[in-house]
C-alpha cells in the first residue's frame, strides 16, 4: 500500500545509538578502579554511634517500576486529629569522605544520567544502588524527617535527625494505584492519598502549579525499544507532595539561620503571560482578568486538544530556574515560584549531587550548630556546578529522545501522521504526533495553535537525530 511502510528497529541499533551518545556528552558509566575500592569499603563501614533506632517505623519506599537507587521512604499515622509523617533520606554522607575520592567523582558527574538502557550513576552502584539505597529488609543509614500536620495538611512542626531505618517493602506507583482501587486498600496508601491531596490544596492555596504534561519517554518493549507519552498516576503527585513538604522545610530552616543551598525560580515576566492570555483567546478557551496563573493552569482540560496546547505553552512560564548558596545575608531571590514557596533539594542524594550538601545544612543547624567547613566551603561552587550540570542532563536526554524519534520513523518517509499543533510562530509550528509518540517542527504558513492537522515525514535522519515534516 502507498505510504505505508513497515519498519521496526532492532534493540542493537537503538543500543549503539545511546552509547555514541553518552560518548558525544562525555557521560561516564564506570568508576575508576580507586574509587570503586573506596566505594566498596565505605560501604562495609559500620554506622556510627548516635543515630537513633527506627527500623521499628514501617517505611516503603514508592517509585517508578524496576528501581534500585531508592532516596526516599515514606511512613505515615494519624496523630489527634492530625497527621504524623516520617520521611527517611539515604544517608549518602555517611559512605561518602569530604573531598575523597568518591566526592571527587560524584562532584564531577553531578547527577545520575538515565538512557533507556543505562544509567550513569552519581556513585558507584555498590552504594546507589546497595549500601545506600533505602532497599527493603536492610538496616539503612537514614535522615529522617518527622513531620507534624494538623487536620487541614499545615505543617505545625518538624524535626530531622540521622537514624538507622529498614523499609519493609519496595512498591512501585502502579502498585500503589492499584491498590487505592482495589476492595480493601492498605491504610498506609490511604494515608498517603488524603494527605496528598491536603498538601495539593495547600499548593493551591499558596499560589503553586504543577504541570501536567505527558513525559515523552523513550521505553524497551517487545524487545526493542519505542516512544511513549505517558501521564502520571494521581500517586505520583501524592508522593511528590511529601518530598515537596521536606525541601520547604529544609527551606524555612536554612533561611530563619541565614546559610544553606536553595532551588528557585522567578516569577513568570509579565510579557509571558500576556502572551499565554492572547493564545487563549485566539483558542477560544477562557482566561479571566481576574484568574491568577497557577488558577487557569489548574483549570485546563488535558482531555482537550485546545486546552492542552495550551498546557505545553504554559510551560515556558517555567523558565529561569537556579540554585543559590548563601552564608551570613539572605539573597534577594529566594522563591521557587511554581512551588508558591521557599524550596531546598534535599530528598533526592543518590540522584543530585547538591542535596548532599543541603542535608548535611539541616542537620547541623537544627542541633544549633554550624554546618561542617566542607559544606560552607562549596556554598559558592555548587550551585554553578549544579546549572552546569543541568545543562549537560537535559542535552543529553534531548539527544536520546531525538535519536529514538528519527530511528523510530527511518525507514518511514512519505508516511502520513495525524498530529496537533502544540506551538505557533509565524511560520514556525511545534507537533505532537501520538503514535508514535513524536515531538517535532513543522514550517507552514496558516496553522493555528491547537490545529489538528496531517503530516507528511519528509526527511528521518539518524546520523544528525532529525526528523522533518511536511503539511499533508
Known amino acids: 500500500m502507498p505510504g505505508i511502510h513497515f519498519y521496526f528497529p532492532t534493540e542493537e541499533q537503538f543500543v549503539d545509538g545511546f552509547?555514541?551518545?553518552?560518548?558525544?556528552?562525555?557521560?561516564?558509566?564506570?568508576?575508576?578502579?580507586?574509587v570503586e575500592r573506596a566505594a566498596a569499603d565505605a560501604a562495609a563501614a559500620a554506622f556510627e554511634s548516635g543515630r537513633r533506632d527506627m527500623r521499628s517505623v514501617p517505611f516503603v519506599t514508592?517509585?517508578?517500576?524496576?528501581?534500585?537507587?531508592?532516596?526516599?521512604?515514606?511512613?505515615?499515622?494519624?496523630?489527634?486529629?492530625?497527621?504524623?509523617?516520617?520521611?527517611?533520606?539515604?544517608?549518602?554522607?555517611?559512605?561518602?569522605?569530604?573531598?575523597?575520592?568518591?566526592?571527587?567523582?560524584?562532584?564531577?558527574?553531578?547527577?545520575?544520567?538515565?538512557?533507556?538502557?543505562?544509567?550513569?550513576?552519581?556513585?558507584?552502584?555498590?552504594?546507589?544502588?546497595?549500601?545506600?539505597?533505602l532497599l527493603p529488609g536492610a538496616d539503612r543509614p537514614a535522615l529522617v524527617w518527622t513531620h507534624d500536620l494538623d487536620s487541614h495538611g499545615t505543617l505545625i512542626g518538624t524535626h530531622v535527625e540521622r537514624a538507622i531505618v529498614r523499609s519493609t517493602a519496595a512498591l512501585s506507583y502502579k502498585e500503589v494505584h492499584q491498590d487505592l482501587h482495589s476492595g480493601e486498600p492498605q491504610e498506609l496508601h490511604l494515608l498517603l492519598r488524603e494527605i496528598g491531596i491536603l498538601r495539593q490544596k495547600k499548593e493551591a492555596t499558596r499560589g503553586g502549579v504543577s504541570l501536567r504534561l505527558p513525559s515523552q519517554e523513550v521505553v524497551k518493549r517487545d524487545g526493542t525499544y519505542g516512544l511513549v507519552f505517558r501521564a502520571t498516576l494521581p500517586v505520583e503527585?501524592?508522593?511528590?507532595?511529601?518530598?515537596?513538604?521536606?525541601?520547604?522545610?529544609?527551606?524555612?530552616?536554612?533561611?530563619?539561620?541565614?546559610?544553606?543551598?536553595?532551588?528557585?525560580?522567578?516569577?513568570?515576566?509579565?510579557?509571558?503571560?500576556?502572551?499565554?492570555?492572547?493564545?487563549?483567546?485566539?483558542?477560544?478557551?477562557?482566561y479571566p482578568t481576574y484568574l491568577a496563573y497557577p488558577d487557569w493552569v489548574r483549570a485546563l482540560d488535558m482531555t482537550d486538544p485546545d486546552q492542552a496546547a495550551l498546557m505545553t505553552q504554559a510551560a515556558r512560564a517555567f523558565r529561569g530556574a537556579g540554585y543559590?548558596?548563601?552564608?551570613?545575608?539572605?539573597?534577594?531571590?529566594?522563591?521557587?515560584?511554581?512551588?508558591?514557596?521557599?524550596?531546598?533539594?534535599?530528598?533526592?542524594?543518590?540522584?543530585?549531587?547538591?542535596?548532599?550538601?543541603?542535608?548535611?545544612?539541616?542537620?547541623?543547624?537544627?542541633?544549633?550548630?554550624?554546618?561542617?567547613?566542607?559544606?560552607?566551603?562549596?556554598?559558592?561552587?555548587?550551585?554553578?556546578?549544579?546549572?552546569?550540570?543541568?545543562?549537560?542532563?537535559?542535552?543529553?536526554?534531548?539527544?536520546?529522545?531525538?535519536?529514538?524519534?528519527?530511528?523510530?520513523?527511518?525507514?518511514?518517509?512519505g508516511e502520513v501522521f495525524q498530529a496537533i499543533a502544540t506551538d505557533v510562530d509565524d511560520d514556525k509550528v511545534a507537533l505532537q504526533i501520538r503514535k508514535p509518540a513524536i515531538v517535532?517542527?513543522?514550517?507552514?504558513?496558516?496553522?493555528?495553535?491547537?490545529?489538528?492537522?496531517?503530516?507528511?515525514?519528509?526527511e528521518a535522519d539518524t546520523e544528525k537525530r532529525t526528523v522533518a515534516f511536511e503539511l499533508a
Open 237 to 286: 503527585n501524592w508522593n511528590a507532595q511529601m518530598s515537596l513538604l521536606t525541601g520547604m522545610a529544609a527551606a524555612r530552616i536554612m533561611l530563619d539561620n541565614k546559610v544553606g543551598l536553595l532551588r528557585t525560580l522567578p516569577k513568570p515576566q509579565k510579557s509571558t503571560l500576556a502572551w499565554l492570555r492572547r493564545c487563549s483567546e485566539a483558542l477560544d478557551v477562557p
Open 62 to 133: 514508592i517509585d517508578p517500576e524496576g528501581s534500585r537507587d531508592l532516596d526516599q521512604a515514606f511512613h505515615a499515622s494519624r496523630s489527634g486529629d492530625g497527621y504524623r509523617v516520617h520521611y527517611a533520606i539515604a544517608d549518602l554522607a555517611h559512605f561518602i569522605e569530604p573531598h575523597g575520592l568518591i566526592d571527587g567523582a560524584a562532584r564531577r558527574r553531578g547527577v545520575t544520567f538515565y538512557a533507556p538502557d543505562e544509567r550513569a550513576s552519581l556513585h558507584p552502584d555498590v552504594l546507589n544502588m546497595d549500601a545506600a539505597s
Open 440 to 458: 517535532a517542527r513543522l514550517y507552514a504558513d496558516g496553522v493555528g495553535l491547537g490545529d489538528e492537522i496531517d503530516v507528511r515525514l519528509t
Open 324 to 413: 543559590v548558596g548563601f552564608d551570613g545575608e539572605v539573597p534577594k531571590q529566594t522563591r521557587h515560584y511554581a512551588i508558591g514557596s521557599d524550596y531546598a533539594h534535599v530528598t533526592a542524594p543518590l540522584r543530585r549531587l547538591i542535596d548532599r550538601f543541603a542535608n548535611e545544612v539541616v542537620l547541623a543547624l537544627s542541633a544549633d550548630k554550624r554546618p561542617p567547613a566542607w559544606v560552607v566551603d562549596a556554598l559558592d561552587t555548587i550551585p554553578d556546578v549544579m546549572m552546569d550540570t543541568s545543562r549537560r542532563e537535559r542535552a543529553f536526554e534531548r539527544a536520546i529522545v531525538d535519536f529514538a524519534e528519527s530511528l523510530t520513523l527511518a525507514g518511514r518517509i
Open 19 to 34: 552509547s555514541r551518545i553518552r560518548v558525544e556528552h562525555e557521560v561516564e558509566t564506570h568508576f575508576s578502579t580507586v
